[in-house]
């Protein structure tokens, strides 16, 4: 029998509106305290609704002061109203319109949801549901509307007035301090992505000519002062909005697009329509204030917002169970828009980091969740990990399972057949069925099911018949919810790699049962479809390298029987530099769970250093400074705690870490001094792709140098911070400062302090590297900077790289055995809880790994998360996030 439980959401229970709004036409006349909205709604019944339905419009601690229907007043009797709800009982069957007047007070919205303010401007957040914080309103992603908004507002206090579409007219009230804006948008759209700003900023303006010729007014508003380092955004936006021409060719719709920047944001930014909002650390860059990962993250939010505007905005989602829809085909497409401006090979490996840090870790733990959860009580809770980076990769293996040109036709498709629409995953499926004439029932298994499939891989040479066997086999895990786990469809891109490291022609025994076929074969993709299966290849001369899951064809964790040697190899010639880098993490992940399992020191010496050999191998031989800086970077401490899997004590995780970066700093000291002293420090700096992969492996080297030789790592690093010309080598010379007890990392930390003092966005760089030092000492510190200027609980940047880089970075002390980060990220919790859910829950989030802890860590992680349950007057974000957590 099923609890009762009023919060949930169910796929299942989706039912079509039973009223339409085909126009929506608003009044904001803007205030700090008290902001007038009339809303006036074009209301119809929904042909395919329920007949006779009552209309039901959401609201969230709104203040109603009147309505009118058809412009005369509507007697109370007629309708009820919380300030959560309007029911309208009995309205008319004819369509009609309703006028709503509401009063807000934006100063005191700390939820950063509906309209609020930021700093001296107003502005909107409204994805995912908080336009019923403005107006009551069908707040549903399939109601699409045409919006009018007129803005009112102080001409002083606020000069600037945008919103949504294109601007109509503007002009002052007479005889009054007051001025007004109109704008239209042409597009229907859902109210998650209406916006409004108000204030007094910047501006940096370029325009951008369309492929069809279209000339196109292009804005970015900052703080006064800031407009210097927009210049970087501006320029990423233009070679987004032609990115999407040649590769979709897709072109921008309204006359004007808008971004502006605000420095209290609850995540990177939103993709409202025509109206970017973005948080302002993904605007703001000059060299001396950003890094280079600064930079690239700038690059990427600002293409993922523009992509939006065809997946998301002009096809957007039928309900929020279809997120991924929009968001894993648009970070499919930022992560495609990157690898063409910068290294392919490079941002793939990145990506794959990023999946494996976050999502794998999402899905080991208990928050476990499919790309298409199928309920959800708090839907802000689902902009995760697994909806956004592994709904990315679905994208991406279903363009390797249909191959480029299907793929291609089957994106044109869904273009021209669901534009206007509000879509489902469904939708998007059957254009790749029309293109490849494929079934994809199959593949559509990975949006339900949850959970990190294994892949193992076994071959055995037979050296007489010259072939080779493999036996390939896969096993999903029990997720919460999910006991039973199904094969699914896996496609995996593979390489014979000879003794001699050439490639070896892929010759099979083709259709025998369960042999491969021959466009597996021509393709280089072999298709796991069942539990099992074995295939055995012909005319192999010598035992080879079997090299699989190129490019990381498939969101899973590979489970290879290759020998050290046979890694080495690969790391060394493999085609495929996806494939070579993971070679070298395989190698370096299995030093470190020995280590960390405490596997008696020493049996691991000859292995370590035939590592170090193969490292400086790639470091002699490679011209790819970028791609050497990740091979030479060890998978993190949560990727190694999760490969460990249960009773992991992060402290043992942590110290083999450490050993081994000492280990390759000794082996490869000549190397990376060279490189530390040869990649040109003095150039002047320019953030592109090369420039930035050359600093990357040389504070790559600064970093391993340290770890092998305090002293000389301490002089390095001084030296380099001294001297940076830029925040990139700064920033990554004090990060190893940091790592080193004593007066010089203090010294340094006081010098960034009072270079950057007042440049909030630097200082957060400051406070993160502080919360992450990974040792005793650091929650009172942490502690210590709550309390200083450079801290505030209110803005999200803060909280995040402060609090949250404690709770995400610093394995070893949020998980120290006393319990002390646990508690303490609990009572911040509970702290952020009332003044904004959103963030709090976030916070909490960190909890996810919880369960594989060693028991003396379980024990205290536990009780924090039953102290949080247990507290009364929890927000649904924070309630939902610690009841599954311990569920
Ligand atoms: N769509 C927004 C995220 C909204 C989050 C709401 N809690 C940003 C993005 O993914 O582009
Ligand atoms: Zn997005």
Same mark, same amino acid.
């Given at each position: 029998?099923?609890?009762?439980?009023?919060?949930?959401?169910?796929?299942?229970?989706?039912?079509?509106?039973?009223?339409?709004?085909?126009?929506?036409?608003?009044?904001?006349?803007?205030?700090?305290?008290?902001?007038?909205?009339?809303?006036?709604?074009?209301?119809?019944?929904?042909?395919?609704?329920?007949?006779?339905?009552?209309?039901?419009?959401?609201?969230?601690?709104l203040?109603?002061?009147?309505?009118?229907?058809?412009?005369?007043?509507?007697?109370?009797?007629?309708?009820?109203?919380?300030?959560?709800?309007?029911?309208?009982?009995?309205?008319p069957?004819?369509?009609?319109?309703?006028?709503?007047?509401?009063?807000?007070?934006?100063?005191?919205?700390?939820?950063?949801?509906?309209?609020?303010?930021?700093?001296?401007?107003?502005?909107?957040?409204?994805?995912?549901?908080?336009?019923?914080?403005?107006?009551?309103?069908?707040?549903?992603?399939?109601?699409?509307?045409?919006?009018?908004?007129?803005?009112?507002?102080?001409?002083?206090?606020?000069?600037?007035?945008l919103?949504?579409?294109?601007?109509?007219?503007?002009?002052?009230?007479?005889?009054?301090?007051?001025?007004?804006?109109?704008?239209?948008?042409?597009?229907?759209?859902?109210?998650?992505?209406?916006?409004?700003?108000?204030?007094?900023?910047?501006?940096?303006?370029?325009?951008?000519?369309?492929?069809?010729?279209?000339?196109?007014?292009?804005?970015?508003?900052?703080?006064?002062?800031?407009? $210097?380092?927009?210049?970087y955004?501006?320029?990423?936006?233009?070679?987004?909005?032609?990115?999407? %021409?040649?590769?979709?060719?897709?072109?921008?719709?309204? +006359?004007?697009?808008?971004?502006?920047?605000?420095?209290?944001?609850?995540?990177?930014?939103?993709?409202?329509?025509?109206?970017?909002?973005?948080?302002?650390k993904?605007?703001?860059?000059?060299?001396?204030?950003?890094?280079?990962?600064?930079?690239?993250?700038? %690059?990427?939010?600002?293409?993922?917002?523009?992509?939006?505007?065809?997946?998301?905005?002009?096809?957007?989602?039928?309900?929020?169970?279809?997120?991924?829809?929009?968001?894993?085909?648009?970070?499919?497409?930022?992560?495609?828009?990157?690898?063409?401006?910068?290294?392919?090979a490079?941002?793939?490996?990145a990506?794959?980091?990023?999946?494996?840090?976050?999502?794998?870790?999402?899905?080991?733990?208990?928050?476990?969740?499919?790309?298409?959860?199928?309920?959800?009580?708090?839907?802000?809770?689902?902009?995760?990990?697994?909806?956004?980076?592994?709904?990315?990769?679905?994208?991406?293996?279903?363009?390797?399972?249909?191959?480029? +040109?299907?793929?291609?036709?089957?994106?044109?498709?869904?273009?021209?057949?669901?534009?206007?629409?509000?879509?489902?995953?469904?939708?998007?499926?059957?254009?790749?069925?029309?293109?490849?004439?494929?079934?994809?029932?199959?593949f559509?298994?990975?949006?339900?099911?949850?959970?990190?499939?294994?892949?193992?891989?076994?071959?055995?040479?037979?050296?007489?018949?010259?072939?080779?066997?493999?036996?390939?086999?896969?096993?999903?895990?029990?997720?919460?919810?999910?006991?039973?786990?199904?094969?699914?469809?896996?496609?995996?891109?593979?390489?014979?790699?000879?003794?001699?490291?050439?490639?070896? $022609?892929?010759?099979?025994?083709?259709?025998?049962?369960d042999?491969?076929?021959?466009?597996?074969?021509?393709?280089?993709?072999?298709?796991?479809?069942?539990?099992r299966?074995?295939?055995v290849?012909?005319?192999?001369?010598?035992?080879?390298?079997v090299?699989?899951?190129?490019?990381?064809?498939?969101?899973?964790?590979?489970?290879?029987?290759?020998?050290?040697? +046979?890694?080495?190899?690969?790391?060394?010639?493999?085609s495929?530099?996806?494939?070579?880098?993971?070679?070298?993490?395989?190698?370096?992940?299995?030093?470190l769970?020995?280590?960390?399992?405490?596997?008696?020191?020493?049996?691991?010496?000859?292995?370590?250093?035939?590592?170090?050999?193969a490292?400086?191998q790639?470091?002699?031989?490679?011209?790819?400074?970028?791609?050497?800086?990740?091979?030479?970077?060890?998978?993190?401490?949560?990727?190694?705690?999760?490969?460990?899997?249960?009773?992991?004590?992060?402290?043992?995780?942590?110290?083999?870490?450490?050993?081994?970066?000492?280990?390759?700093g000794?082996?490869?000291?000549?190397?990376?001094?060279?490189?530390?002293?040869?990649?040109?420090?003095?150039?002047?700096?320019?953030?592109?792709?090369?420039?930035?992969?050359?600093?990357?492996l040389?504070?790559?080297?600064?970093?391993?140098?340290?770890?092998?030789?305090?002293?000389?790592?301490?002089?390095?690093?001084k030296?380099?911070?001294?001297?940076?010309?830029?925040?990139?080598?700064?920033?990554?010379?004090?990060?190893?400062?940091?790592?080193?007890?004593?007066?010089?990392?203090?010294?340094?930390?006081?010098?960034?302090?009072?270079?950057?003092?007042?440049?909030?966005?630097?200082?957060?760089?400051?406070?993160?590297?502080?919360?992450?030092?990974?040792?005793?000492?650091?929650?009172?510190?942490?502690?210590?900077?709550?309390?200083?200027?450079?801290?505030?609980?209110?803005?999200?940047?803060?909280?995040?790289?402060l609090?949250?880089?404690?709770?995400?970075?610093?394995?070893?002390?949020?998980?120290?055995?006393?319990?002390?980060?646990?508690?303490?990220?609990?009572?911040?919790?509970?702290?952020?809880?009332?003044?904004?859910?959103?963030?709090?829950?976030?916070?909490?989030?960190?909890?996810?790994?919880?369960?594989?802890?060693?028991?003396?860590?379980?024990?205290?992680?536990?009780?924090?998360?039953?102290?949080?349950?247990?507290?009364?007057?929890?927000?649904?974000?924070?309630?939902?996030?610690?009841?599954?957590?311990?569920?």
């Amino acid at each position: 029998m099923r609890t009762e439980d009023p919060q949930l959401v169910r796929l299942a229970d989706y039912r079509p509106p039973d009223f339409l709004i085909d126009r929506v036409a608003l009044d904001i006349k803007l205030d700090q305290k008290k902001t007038r909205v009339t809303s006036r709604l074009s209301l119809r019944r929904n042909p395919i609704g329920r007949a006779g339905a009552p209309l039901l419009l959401d609201g969230d601690e709104l203040l109603l002061l009147g309505v009118t229907l058809d412009g005369q007043p509507l007697d109370t009797s007629r309708y009820a109203v919380t300030p959560e709800k309007f029911t309208f009982a009995e309205p008319p069957e004819a369509p009609f319109e309703l006028e709503i007047e509401i009063e807000l007070d934006p100063s005191a919205n700390t939820k950063l949801m509906g309209l609020y303010r930021s700093g001296s401007a107003y502005c909107t957040q409204c994805e995912a549901e908080g336009f019923r914080r403005i107006t009551y309103f069908l707040d549903r992603p399939d109601i699409l509307s045409v919006y009018t908004t007129r803005v009112q507002a102080d001409r002083k206090e606020a000069p600037v007035l945008l919103s949504n579409g294109n601007p109509v007219e503007h002009g002052d009230i007479p005889n009054s301090s007051m001025h007004y804006a109109i704008w239209y948008d042409p597009f229907p759209k859902p109210c998650y992505l209406f916006a409004l700003v108000g204030g007094d900023l910047g501006r940096i303006g370029d325009t951008f000519t369309t492929m069809s010729g279209r000339k196109v007014d292009l804005a970015i508003y900052v703080e006064h002062g800031n407009e $210097p380092r927009a210049a970087y955004a501006m320029d990423a936006l233009k070679r987004a909005m032609r990115w999407d %021409e040649t590769a979709y060719g897709r072109e921008y719709d309204l +006359d004007v697009f808008n971004i502006v920047a605000v420095s209290d944001f609850n995540m990177g930014a939103m993709e409202n329509k025509g109206l970017n909002i973005f948080n302002d650390k993904y605007v703001l860059a000059l060299p001396e204030t950003a890094t280079d990962a600064d930079y690239a993250g700038i %690059e990427r939010v600002i293409a993922h917002e523009y992509l939006h505007n065809w997946t998301g905005n002009r096809i957007t989602c039928r309900d929020w169970f279809q997120l991924c829809l929009k968001e894993g085909l648009t970070v499919f497409r930022d992560q495609e828009f990157t690898a063409d401006q910068r290294s392919r090979a490079v941002q793939r490996i990145a990506d794959v980091r990023t999946l494996r840090g976050q999502q794998f870790s999402e899905d080991a733990g208990p928050l476990a969740h499919s790309v298409r959860p199928d309920t959800y009580r708090e839907i802000n809770n689902f902009y995760t990990a697994t909806v956004y980076e592994k709904g990315a990769e679905l994208v991406r293996m279903l363009k390797v399972l249909v191959g480029e +040109d299907t793929f291609a036709r089957g994106i044109k498709l869904y273009f021209a057949r669901c534009d206007g629409t509000a879509a489902t995953v469904e939708d998007f499926l059957a254009c790749f069925e029309v293109s490849s004439g494929r079934d994809l029932s199959h593949f559509a298994l990975w949006y339900k099911q949850a959970g990190t499939p294994s892949v193992a891989i076994a071959s055995t040479c037979d050296e007489r018949a010259k072939t080779l066997t493999l036996e390939i086999s896969q096993d999903t895990r029990p997720t919460p919810g999910q006991p039973d786990k199904k094969p699914l469809i896996v496609p995996l891109a593979i390489g014979l790699i000879g003794a001699n490291g050439a490639a070896l $022609p892929l010759k099979a025994e083709v259709d025998a049962f369960d042999g491969a076929t021959q466009s597996e074969l021509s393709r280089g993709v072999l298709e796991l479809t069942t539990a099992r299966r074995h295939i055995v290849f012909r005319e192999i001369p010598d035992r080879p390298v079997v090299s699989v899951l190129r490019g990381f064809s498939a969101p899973v964790q590979l489970v290879q029987s290759a020998t050290d040697e +046979d890694l080495v190899l690969q790391c060394a010639c493999d085609s495929d530099r996806c494939a070579r880098w993971q070679a070298a993490q395989s190698y370096a992940t299995r030093l470190l769970v020995a280590a960390a399992r405490q596997t008696p020191v020493g049996a691991n010496q000859a292995s370590i250093a035939a590592f170090g050999e193969a490292l400086r191998q790639i470091v002699a031989t490679s011209d790819d400074p970028p791609f050497t800086a990740q091979v030479l970077t060890l998978p993190s401490e949560a990727d190694i705690a999760r490969e460990i899997g249960e009773n992991v004590d992060p402290d043992a995780v942590y110290l083999a870490r450490q050993s081994l970066r000492a280990d390759m700093g000794r082996a490869l000291s000549r190397e990376l001094t060279r490189l530390h002293r040869d990649l040109d420090q003095n150039a002047p700096y320019s953030p592109d792709a090369r420039s930035a992969g050359r600093r990357a492996l040389r504070n790559t080297a600064l970093d391993l140098l340290a770890a092998s030789d305090d002293a000389a790592g301490m002089r390095l690093a001084k030296a380099q911070f001294d001297a940076a010309t830029n925040m990139t080598d700064r920033v990554a010379a004090l990060g190893v400062l940091c790592l080193i007890e004593g007066e010089a990392r203090e010294e340094a930390l006081d010098d960034f302090y009072k270079r950057y003092a007042g440049d909030a966005l630097v200082i957060d760089k400051w406070l993160t590297l502080q919360a992450i030092i990974p040792h005793a000492g650091t929650l009172d510190r942490v502690r210590r900077l709550m309390r200083s200027d450079a801290f505030s609980m209110g803005n999200p940047n803060r909280v995040r790289a402060l609090i949250g880089a404690f709770a995400a970075g610093n394995q070893r002390q949020f998980n120290a055995p006393d319990g002390s980060g646990y508690e303490f990220i609990g009572e911040c919790v509970l702290l952020l809880d009332p003044k904004n859910p959103q963030v709090a829950a976030r916070l909490l989030s960190a909890f996810r790994t919880w369960r594989m802890m060693e028991p003396k860590r379980r024990r205290p992680a536990e009780a924090t998360l039953q102290h949080i349950q247990a507290a009364q007057s929890l927000s649904p974000d924070v309630r939902d996030i610690a009841d599954r957590s311990l569920a």
